[in-house]
């Protein structure tokens, strides 16, 4: 299961007449899963790789990030669409992540996390017990 950002956020002021809200800045992503992982990008255009964090607490991932913006006291702001502050973005994942095992990567302004599975959440076999001596428990 993955959970998305809300479909109709951008319906509740479609002009941006009410200013600057409180919603987080878009992070573009992708999720994938691959044998016993999951593959996440996630696009960060302008973020350099000490500015980002990532948690993960449960089968959440967070991640946060800060876009480096010129010192603007000497310059005139002629158009604003680039996101400023903190861009936080957390994905829902249907598994608990193995912590131990996760492999972070940023190249070329996407950062790649590789989150395997923890072996506890990882579906297994179970061994049927058979033979005509074995009586059955009553319930």
């Given at each position: 299961?993955?959970?998305?950002?809300?479909?109709?956020?951008?319906?509740?002021?479609?002009?941006g007449l009410l200013g600057p809200?409180?919603?987080?800045?878009?992070?573009?992503?992708?999720?994938?899963?691959?044998?016993?992982?999951?593959?996440?990008?996630?696009?960060?255009?302008?973020?350099?790789?000490?500015?980002?964090?990532?948690?993960?607490?449960?089968?959440?991932?967070?991640?946060?990030?800060?876009?480096?913006?010129?010192?603007?006291?000497?310059?005139?702001?002629?158009?604003?669409?680039?996101?400023v502050g903190t861009m936080t973005?957390?994905?829902?994942?249907?598994?608990?992540?193995?912590?131990?095992?996760?492999?972070?990567?940023?190249?070329?302004?996407?950062?790649?996390?590789?989150?395997?599975?923890?072996?506890?959440?990882?579906?297994?076999?179970?061994?049927?017990?058979?033979?005509?001596?074995?009586?059955?428990?009553?319930?």
């Open positions: 299961m993955i959970l998305r950002t809300d479909p109709f956020r951008d319906f509740r002021d479609p002009f809200t409180s919603r987080p800045a878009p992070m573009p992503a992708d999720v994938y899963r691959k044998d016993d992982a999951y593959l996440v990008q996630i696009d960060l255009p302008g973020v350099v790789a000490d500015a980002i964090d990532v948690t993960i607490r449960r089968n959440v991932v967070t991640v946060s990030a800060q876009p480096a913006r010129p010192d603007e006291s000497s310059l005139e702001l002629l158009l604003n669409e680039r996101p973005r957390s994905i829902a994942l249907g598994e608990e992540i193995d912590v131990t095992n996760v492999q972070a990567d940023y190249v070329n302004g996407v950062l790649l996390l590789h989150l395997p599975i923890a072996e506890s959440a990882r579906p297994r076999r179970i061994n049927i017990r058979h033979g005509e001596s074995q009586e059955i428990a009553a319930r």
